[in-house]
């Protein structure tokens, strides 16, 4: 039977926190993205934005989908060759960016180059969640991770009144 949004929307952020991810961990990566660009920008505002972006249906699925691959990844028990391609992360498997776009998409086309940039320099959690130092596989988890905060910092971006006027 399918969930409701709310059961769904509790799933996400369970998932979150049981792979070790905070709202805050998340927040401070908008943080990271918009500084430069949002005068007088919070944490409150970040956080509010991240929390957001995780009422989305399509952003929770893709939480979902994404976090239970990993855990299977992890637990040895998918089928070769996608068992090595997710435990090794393999750089031209794809398809964990693929997931994180649908995320990034909810906001438009600002997601898309925040969330490349955030993917290329890796800061805050997208670091420890990128160093494959423990037994944990985040094949998805690190894309997804930077994809809401891409989404959350192109929602902050879209509600700027400073940027909204062509002519002024």
Request: proline share 2%; aromatic share 4%; hydrophobic share 40%.
């Amino acid at each position: 039977m399918v969930k409701s949004s709310s059961e769904l929307h509790q799933r996400a952020l369970a998932l979150l926190q049981d792979r070790g991810v905070e709202i805050d961990d998340i927040a401070e990566l908008v943080l990271f993205l918009q500084k430069e660009y949002v005068e007088d920008i919070s944490m409150d505002l970040c956080r509010e934005n991240v929390q957001s972006v995780l009422t989305k249906r399509e952003v929770q699925n893709a939480v979902i989908t994404g976090i239970e691959l990993d855990v299977l990844a992890e637990k040895g028990i998918l089928s070769q060759p996608l068992q090595d391609i997710l435990v090794n992360d393999e750089g031209l498997y794809g398809i964990d960016e693929i997931l994180a776009l649908s995320i990034v998409n909810v906001y438009g086309s600002i997601g898309f180059t925040n969330y490349g940039y955030i993917d290329k320099v890796k800061p805050g959690i997208l670091k420890r969640l990128n160093d494959k130092t423990d037994e944990h596989c985040h094949t998805f988890l690190d894309d997804i991770v930077g994809a809401i905060a891409a989404a959350a910092a192109s929602r902050i971006a879209h509600d700027d009144p400073n940027k909204s006027e062509i002519m002024k």
